[in-house]
């Protein structure tokens, strides 16, 4: 247990489905991350949010929306997604600033897309 | 941007002494970080550097050289629950904010 906890952990959709991942971290952390992993190639930041503030958008495709409503919560929103979409999903997160901050990560979202 | 170079995989003994080479090339170096990810779990951190030399932490330690753009993870007395993939992460600053970019992973299988 990290103190960060994702939901779903396991998700199949189809290409015209629309769903939602959810992230909630225990730590009084205000940073959170998104990331993907797919085989063999590196975990690749998809968002960053600051005190509910998006950071960082690194080229993401529209058809992935995040949303943070609190600095406790973070969503993924899914709409039209592609096969090569199908991936594990990371939730992170860590303060912002100090000399350390290192990343609490969740269990992972594990998406399959049709 | 950031260029991160590990090797893709390792093979070493229970009870041997492994080392996990790190390279990078950053603009803005503000410390390097090393995970675990145990196959299906999430990364757990392990290490943290940003000044150079030695960090021991039990069996695990961690070196850095800024100016080689250089790091290393180094495992003793192996066990076989070591098995696992390692993450090399470097910070930088970026818009005022840190950001961490990870490197594709060395994957360690521990053998009898």
């Known amino acids: 247990e990290t103190g960060v906890t994702q939901t779903p952990r396991h998700l199949v959709m189809g290409m015209t489905n629309k769903k939602s991942l959810k992230c909630e971290q225990h730590l009084g952390h205000n940073a959170m991350y998104w990331y993907k992993q797919s085989a063999k190639k590196p975990l690749e930041l998809m968002f960053v949010y600051n005190f509910k503030e998006q950071t960082e958008n690194n080229s993401v495709p529209s058809r992935f929306s995040p949303e943070c409503p609190n600095s406790s919560h973070l969503f993924l929103h899914l709409h039209t997604l592609q096969p090569e979409d199908s991936a594990l999903y990371l939730c992170?997160?860590?303060?912002?600033?100090?000399?350390?901050?290192?990343?609490?990560f969740g269990p992972g979202t594990r998406l399959t897309v049709l | 941007g950031q260029n991160i170079d590990q090797p893709t995989e390792m093979t070493a003994t229970e009870g041997a002494i492994v080392q996990i080479n790190c390279t990078y090339q950053t603009s803005g170096f503000n410390g390097l970080f090393w995970y675990q990810q145990h196959a299906g779990e999430a990364p757990t951190f392990l290490s943290y550097n940003v000044l150079d030399g030695l960090e021991e932490k039990g069996r695990f330690s961690s070196f850095l050289s800024r100016s080689k753009g250089y790091s290393y993870l180094l495992l003793k007395e192996l066990q076989m629950k070591d098995s696992a993939s390692y993450l090399c992460a470097v910070r930088e600053f970026a818009g005022g904010y840190q950001k961490v970019t990870f490197g594709t992973g060395t994957k360690l299988q521990v053998i009898p």
């Open positions: 992170a997160s860590s303060h912002p600033s100090g000399a350390n901050n290192e990343q609490f």
